[in-house]
């Protein structure tokens, strides 16, 4: 009978060696096995697989862009402690003697009448080698490549200026958030109008999907007729500048004779055309109708003006009922002084 076959058969003689390396490699099986299902967490926690991902808000992240990371767990160190009735034993006449042992068993002990107090202990230890600490920096260096080359997809786009393949799973393996599909014709169309130079990175191109989502949400209160629910945050989120708090309400009026804003240049000029009525509005209600210039008119939008006839339009602009002044929009301007 052969030694495996004896421990098949609930180990009734075999050489130590034998024993200790059956008992250590089921031990080392085990952990191989811990680390196949941790290695198998950390590629869902990577979020390759965007199903894999967990969804805040319009924006999806794998667990690892969360902070989280997979554990890995080993047996550390690991006692074994058999014990065996052991004899020495010398095969066909050689000189090398052989320690064998028989782990001890009911059946062992009453088959051959083995006091188990005279039974030898073996102890042995398994100490884990230490490894270097560069799972983490691995995962994070896999993930900088997979998301870098998502952009580089999208950048050529750019180059090229065809933006019609462009998908949203393309931009969320970029890693970009805030991701809304009903904008992906919004995101098409002004990535079509840009010079690769301004999407030179991954950043740049989240701020430019930031201020796309501000600027097609305005444009809903627009198409809605219904201009309150705006606030200065989302006109900040779009990108516009020069903008001022106080004059919230002006840029409501504004915008609420808009049909419709398909790019932030038209939001920027709207909130330039408004700041100028604003500052209109406050010359009038100080009586200060000499700061009204010809200049500030033609920045409130107001169009087929002539410069000679500006005396007549600070009278004209005077003459507006006062009670009505402080909602004084474009369009009433116009109006006024044509």
Known sequence: MSYNAALSEHLVSAPLDEILETVSKSIINTQEKLNQESMAVAQRMAGADPDEQLEFGTSKYSLLELGFVPEFYQLGETNINLKMAMQLERANNDDLLTVTGSLLSENYT???????????????????????????????QMLKEYINAAFLVIREYVINADLNSLTILQLERASLHELVDANLSDYKAKLQTLHPDEVPDVGNLQQIITKINALVVIR???????LRPMMMTELYATGVINTVDQNLAHYRRRLNELNSLNNVD???IAVEQTNAIA???????????????????????VSGLVE?????????I???????????????????LD
């Open 220 to 226: 809903t209160y627009i198409l809605a007729n219904d």
């Open 318 to 336: 005077s003459n507006y009922d006062k009670n009505a002044i402080e909602e004084l929009t474009l369009v009433q301007l116009q109006t006024l």
């Open 279 to 301: 500052n209109i509005i406050n010359y009038v209600l100080l009586s200060n109708l000499d700061s009204i210039t010809f200049e500030l008119l033609e920045d409130s939008g």
């Open 266 to 268: 038209l939001l920027q």
């Open 308 to 316: 000679a006839n500006l005396a007549t339009y600070q009278t004209s």
């Open 110 to 140: 009453s088959r051959y009448g083995f006091d188990p107090l005279g039974a030898s202990e073996v102890s042995v230890k398994l100490v884990p080698s230490s490894v270097p600490n560069v799972f983490e920096k691995r995962v994070a």
